[in-house]
């Protein structure tokens, strides 16, 4: 649950920004422009210490979906025990948002996932590389294009044989 | 023609069997345990079971200490170089058991990472069907192991020249 003053804090400063509420979570549709400033708000000035996930949502042939991929910060203020849901949209080609490892060191490897498994560059990332596939992957698996047995990867591997052992 | 009564506790029979009789008796696992099975792999070793009935309760986590090697679990691509290092460092003669339906075909996880079966990239021997096996039934493979150990190896490893052994198995096209 997320305090009224929270919001009318975070609407004082950024204008209009989209706020919904589903099951008690309050959620924030930010452009890609300002979701850097406003999670550098949310944790400078209203306490959201602690970046609790980074994720990404592919919505191809998402019924009523107007941009590609939704990415996902879900943020906690340890003090008062607010959670707060910030989204912002990105579009191929070459889908980029900023990288928040200049506020929370922790977002490295949660943004490497969502490099890894979404194909989404972040721009001031120190590290981007591959986290849980091996290096030589070439696909983004967890988009919705991409097949679900893949494209032959799972067998793209050396054979040995007894006489070798 | 001087016929010999032989004692009775005297046998006759060729170096070879009896170097294999020997070796299926003293079977030293090597536990690649990745997922659940590894789990009933560990119900095995313990005192219920008792795999040290067969000889093969001397489990070693060292490849080089081991000739026969339980992969127990699915197998991705990511540990498929892993899987084939430690097959490699295992001295001859060496066996491998694919225990559960993971292991031997990729099970229900017929994804982009999970290799579907390891024997399309290391020899195995045996096949452990079930999700996961029970204890029993890996007893059972491991009797089975020994039959076939004591059927075909010889001291000098002539049965890896047959071409049938050289073979590799084709992997998937897709």
């Given amino acids: ?165 | 023609m001087a016929i010999v009564e032989l004692p009775e506790n005297v046998r006759i029979t060729s170096l070879d069997r009896l170097v294999a009789w020997c070796r299926s008796y003293s079977l030293w696992p090597m536990p690649y345990a990745t997922a659940c099975c590894g789990i009933e792999l560990m119900a095995t070793g313990a005192s219920r079971t008792d795999i040290s009935r067969f000889g093969a309760e001397v489990f070693r986590f060292s490849p080089r200490q081991c000739d026969l090697m339980l992969v127990a679990g699915r197998v991705v691509m990511k540990m498929m170089p892993v899987l084939q290092r430690i097959w490699q460092q295992m001295y001859e003669p060496k066996w491998c058991v694919a225990m559960g339906a993971c292991a031997s075909t990729g099970g229900v996880f017929d994804t982009y990472s999970v290799v579907q079966g390891i024997d399309r990239f290391i020899p195995v021997d045996v096949y452990v069907p079930g999700c996961p096996p029970r204890p029993e039934q890996l007893i059972q493979s491991l009797v089975d192991l020994q039959q076939k150990i004591q059927a075909e190896d010889t001291i000098f490893g002539r049965e890896f020249d047959a071409p049938s052994r050289q073979r590799a198995k084709r992997p998937l096209q897709e």
Wanted: charged share 25%; hydrophobic share 40%; proline share 6%.
């Fill in chain 1, 1 to 165: 649950m997320t305090e009224p003053q929270t919001i009318h804090a975070l609407k004082g400063a950024y204008g209009d920004l989209a706020f919904s509420e589903y099951r008690g979570q309050t959620r924030v549709v930010v452009p890609l422009a300002l979701i850097h400033d406003v999670l550098e708000t949310l944790k400078e000035r209203l306490g959201f210490d602690l970046l609790v996930d980074i994720t990404c949502v592919d919505y191809l042939r998402y019924r009523g979906a107007q941009d590609r991929f939704g990415m996902v910060y879900l943020l906690a203020n340890v003090e008062t025990n607010e959670r707060i849901t910030a989204r912002t949209f990105v579009n191929d080609p070459e889908p980029t948002v900023p990288s928040m490892v200049d506020l929370w060191a922790g977002a490295d490897w949660l943004e490497r996932e969502v490099w890894d498994l979404f194909g989404i560059r972040f721009s001031g990332h120190p590290d981007l590389r591959r986290i849980v596939l091996p290096d030589g992957f070439e696909a983004h698996p967890l988009r919705k294009d991409y097949p679900l047995q893949g494209r032959g990867e799972r067998h793209n591997l050396p054979v040995i044989r007894r006489a070798e052992g």
